[in-house]
């Protein structure tokens, strides 16, 4: 995997811009200014593409996170992520040569749900984006967008989750469509969602005492 010539940041071959520092390869320098990146949604035919370049919508501000102030309650909300690197999905979705598959794999992570919104995706320096769930720190995944997706409580307790136009889109279960950008999907206990190149996030509601 090829490094940044600005911050040293690894970044697959096909990337365009650096993900952390905003470098532009192609160019050879710094951009002057950061525009909004295409907010194309590869589907399952198409191959996947390193995400170096964050989803166009928005859900509804332009910080790096998601927007708690309204919903002072982050008390436990007995739900919980499981985050692990799936080789089925990657095989399904990769195209050949393109990605190379981690190794070793890594191990995967549970993520307690407690705040009212939690964005998934990749932190990002340049662009002043820090996800609750860094999803790239997690499975080291390069297809997965800086701003990837958004997960909300709703008030029976049970969550959402929406797209945010990201470079490679989301996947509820096995399907082969991706969740239509910004549209609110309902998520229950069990339910698988795959992101970026090889990304499994499993939702499993706890009981609580």
């Not at 909004?36 to 589907?43: E, L, R, S």
Request: proline share 7%.
């Amino acid at each position: 995997m090829a490094t940044c010539p600005n911050c040293a940041d690894p970044h697959a071959e096909s990337a365009v811009f650096c993900e952390n520092c905003g470098y532009d390869f192609l160019a050879g320098s710094m951009p002057s200014a950061l525009s909004d990146p295409d907010p194309t949604v590869a589907g399952p035919e198409a191959a996947l593409r390193s995400a170096d370049s964050d989803g166009a919508h928005s859900d509804g501000a332009d910080s790096g996170s998601a927007d708690n102030s309204a919903a002072p309650d982050n008390s436990a909300s007995g739900w919980q992520l499981v985050i692990s690197v799936d080789r089925a999905y990657f095989d399904r979705m990769s195209a050949e040569g393109q990605l190379d598959f981690p190794d070793p794999v890594p191990s995967a992570v549970t993520v307690d749900l407690s705040l009212q919104k939690a964005l998934m995706g990749r932190r990002s320096e340049s662009r002043g984006v820090f996800p609750e769930i860094d999803v790239l720190a997690i499975t080291g995944d390069p297809a997965v967008s800086t701003r990837h997706a958004m997960l909300e409580r709703q008030a029976d307790g049970s969550y959402v989750i929406a797209d945010l136009s990201s470079t490679n889109g989301t996947y509820l279960g096995d399907s082969d469509t991706v969740i239509p950008a910004g549209v609110a999907t309902p998520l229950s206990s069990g339910d698988v969602v795959y992101l970026g190149a090889w990304t499994k996030v499993e939702l499993a509601q706890q009981t609580l005492d």
